[in-house]
T-cell receptor, first 115, second 115 residues
Framework: GESVGLHLPTLSVQEGDNSIINCAYSNSASDYFIWYKQESGKGPQFIIDIRSNMDKRQGQRVTVLLNKTVKHLSLQIAATQPGDSAVYFC??????????????FGQGTILTVHP | DAGVTQSPTHLIKTRGQQVTLRCSPK?????VSWYQQALGQGPQFIFQ???????QRGNFPDRFSGHQFPNYSSELNVNALLLGDSALYLC??????????????FGPGTRLTVL
């Protein structure tokens, strides 16, 4: 079936470094993508989203890149801080009429930031 | 502005019992989605409610049912509990109507343990 997956399950970086978390998706009909951050014992927290008519979107210290040709999504975190340590999930939603409302999540990447 | 709230925080049940989990959406949101998150996995879509009707359903048995009230709050009911139902149950809200947003904002979750 259709799925969203991650290339790397864990990522360790030093404080101040830039982090890149990757995600591959298989549903070519997906038109909306979201990155969530989940800390232990908490619900997923929205970080940034992007629609399929864009290839880049920037937020505060975060950038999401979308490559529809190879069905690849990435999250870049600038100047990573210890508070960024968490599990990061990418999620996708298909167009209306295909998977209205349903988010399909990947397995997640554990980001550990060392002081 | 209150975010998504869920109750209870934790719950312990025995096999065969029934459980009801509750969710209040973010202010201004009219759509509630429920997800099950097993330990070490990404959230899995259970179903979504809009206008008090189930609009979309994931691959979950009929033991899982829900309801949405006129004030947009929602309940998730699980009957005949199995050990495998132990998970974090997440509620997410979004808006289809006025102020439409595809972004789903998650609550803190209810940790269900089935013994």
């Amino acid at each position: 079936g259709e799925s969203v997956g991650l290339h790397l399950p864990t990522l360790s970086v030093q404080e101040g470094d830039n982090s890149i978390i990757n995600c591959a998706y298989s549903n070519s009909a997906s038109d909306y993508f979201i990155w969530y951050k989940q800390e232990s014992g908490k619900g997923p927290q929205f970080i940034i989203d992007i629609r399929s008519n864009m290839d880049k979107r920037q937020g505060q210290r975060v950038t999401v890149l979308l490559n529809k040709t190879v069905k690849h999504l990435s999250l870049q975190i600038a100047a990573t801080q210890p508070g960024d340590s968490a599990v990061y999930f990418c999620a996708e939603k298909g167009g209306l009429g295909t998977s209205y409302g349903k988010l399909t999540f990947g397995q997640g990447t554990i980001l550990t930031v060392h002081p | 502005d209150a975010g998504v709230t869920q109750s209870p925080t934790h719950l312990i049940k025995t096999r065969g019992q029934q459980v009801t989990l509750r969710c209040s959406p973010k202010s201004g949101h009219d759509t509630v989605s429920w997800y099950q998150q097993a330990l070490g996995q990404g959230p899995q879509f259970i179903f979504q409610y809009y206008e008090e009707e189930e609009r979309q359903r994931g691959n979950f048995p009929d033991r899982f049912s829900g309801h949405q009230f006129p004030n947009y709050s929602s309940e998730l009911n699980v009957n005949a509990l199995l050990l495998g139902d132990s998970a974090l149950y997440l509620c997410a809200s979004s808006s289809v109507g006025t102020g439409h947003t595809d972004t789903q904002y998650f609550g803190p979750g209810t940790r269900l343990t089935v013994l």
